[in-house]
């Protein structure tokens, strides 16, 4: 079973900090990992994906990722309002087949 | 470029009636999926077509639901009959992947409401 695992919050941040959102996957093989960002009563965005080990730097938003713990991230920095929103992990596998977490609730206060 | 096309935006409809979802993906788009999104968790894969073949559709309950995508373009999700627990967003998501690593773009759902 390709389970993926995310909590789910709400991560409370103050404005101009940096959130960490976390997520670990149970089947090694996956190919890549997705995250979306999902305001609430829109359907998701993409933010970034990553596949290879280490760091991957778009903006203010970096994903980390260690295939040995099997453990996934996403950074932001200096977190705006604009930011809350619910934050969904996904692993791709063959075929190009999504399997997604339920998401972590981030709330950035002003 | 236009985005991925659904309709209807809202539907309301009371248990044991039938509901039919069309989506129309993103041009040249092979890729397309109908997910299942209930409140306060993540999407959840129904079915998956390549072109106009299925390639998942493992957790779509075949005794109720059932979809097509004519030509490999356009697509249908139907559901008969309806049961409470269908109350969800019905989201649509195309890829241009054709085998290899490709990134979903969403519509903007289908939110039903079974009374």
Same mark, same amino acid.
């Given at each position: 079973q390709k389970e993926v695992e995310q909590n789910s919050g709400p991560l409370s941040v103050p404005e101009g900090a940096i959130a960490s959102l976390n997520c670990t996957y149970s089947?090694?093989? =996956?190919?890549s990992f997705f995250w979306y960002r999902q305001y609430s009563g829109k359907s998701p965005e993409l933010i970034m994906f990553i596949y290879s080990n280490g760091d991957k730097e778009d903006g203010r938003f970096t994903a980390q990722l260690n295939k040995a713990s099997q453990y996934v991230s996403l950074l932001i920095r200096d =977190?705006?309002?604009?930011? =809350?929103a619910t934050y969904l992990c996904a692993a791709v596998y063959n075929f190009n087949k999504f399997y997604f977490g339920s998401g972590t609730k981030l709330n950035v206060k002003p | 470029e236009a985005g991925v096309a659904q309709s209807p935006r809202y539907k309301i409809i009371e248990k044991r009636q039938s509901v039919a979802f069309w989506c129309n993906p993103i041009s040249g788009h092979a890729t397309l999926y109908w997910y299942q999104q209930i409140l306060g968790q993540g999407p959840k894969l129904l079915i998956q077509f390549q072109n106009n073949g @299925? @390639?998942?559709?493992?957790?779509? $309950?075949?005794d109720r639901f059932s979809a097509e995508r004519l030509k490999g373009v356009d697509s249908t999700l139907k559901i008969? $009959?309806?049961?409470?627990?269908?109350s969800a967003v019905y989201l649509c998501a195309s890829s241009l992947a054709r085998g290899g690593i490709g990134t979903q773009y969403f519509g903007p759902g289908t939110r039903l409401l079974v009374l």
């Open positions: 089947d090694r093989g =996956s190919q =977190s705006q309002p604009s930011d =809350s | @299925v @390639v998942d559709d493992s957790q779509l $309950p075949k008969q $009959p309806a049961k409470l627990e269908d």
